[in-house]
């Protein structure tokens, strides 16, 4: 394993993550296989706990799959810590927030972690689309932020995919970099823009997926198959939008188009729809699909 990556001399050894969501558990599940000590906080006691079972339930599929020995697993629970109190960050060398993608529920997280992360943190945010200098600048520390963007499921997936901004020091950028490094991932660097490099590709084509199904052009599963079938996707875009969350895919739908005022970036009329009556994909239990029952079935 690498050794550990500093900033100014400080190794980065504790990682604070706000927010225990589907990113954030596993965010905090990759860093505590790496060896880091990791505080988790959410806002309630009741979220906190599920936060917590996602953490254990994911860690105990990586040691039926033979990712993880049991005493792996074990260990990396010990390093965890999960709560409510953001005093859990007093002692972090880097806080990750990975709460939900709106602009001004982050600014107003950044503002309170910066008071209470230690002088030497690096903060960083694992938004997928929304600008990170709109994030820093509600900071005392604008030059030690970062966008570290977790692809999902954070311990599978193997990209990182790092955002400097205006502000952002080159020190601070290697160190994260070495951060996403010791965590087993390929990090890729990209400039403060809207949907930095993987959406501003990957949002145009989900939407036009809905687009087609929207209009009657196809069905969903005919769509799904076309592309996991014809161009060796492993998920169908409507499915993987649903994996994705049919409510952050708005978000970022909503944040590229502020961005860019581009129509490949606008959200179509059933996309608001669907977000608006609640379907939002696996998390609510139905979105394109119905997996109030079982998953869609994929072709063979």
Known sequence: ??????????????VGVAGAGQMGAGISEVCATRGLRVAVVEVSAELAEAGRRRIEQSMARAVERGKLSEAERDAALGRITVGTDLEAFRGADMVIEAIPENLALKRE????????????????????????IEIARVTDRPEQVVGTHFF?????????????????ADG???????FGERLGK???????RGGFIVN???????????????AGFASREDIDDGMRLGCNHPMGPLQL?????????????DALYEEYALPEYAA?????????????GRKSGRGFYDYRDKPPAKAG
């Open 1 to 14: 394993m690498p050794p550990p990556p500093t900033i100014a001399g400080v190794e980065i050894e504790t």
């Open 268 to 280: 179509p009329p059933l996309l608001k729809r669907m977000v608006a009556a609640g379907w939002l």
């Open 152 to 168: 999902n499921p954070p311990p599978v997936m193997r990209l990182l995919e790092l955002v400097r901004t205006v502000a952002t």
């Open 109 to 132: 997280m950044f503002t309170r972690i910066d008071a209470i992360a230690p002088d030497r943190a690096i903060l960083a945010t694992n938004t997928s689309a929304l600008p990170v």
């Open 186 to 192: 390929r990090v890729i660097v990209a400039q403060d």
């Open 200 to 214: 501003l590709l990957l949002v145009p084509f989900l939407t036009s997926a809905i687009r087609l199904y929207e």
């Open 241 to 253: 939008i649903d994996y994705i969350g049919l409510d952050t895919h708005l978000a970022v739908c």
């Open 172 to 178: 601070v950028v290697d160190t994260a970099r070495g």
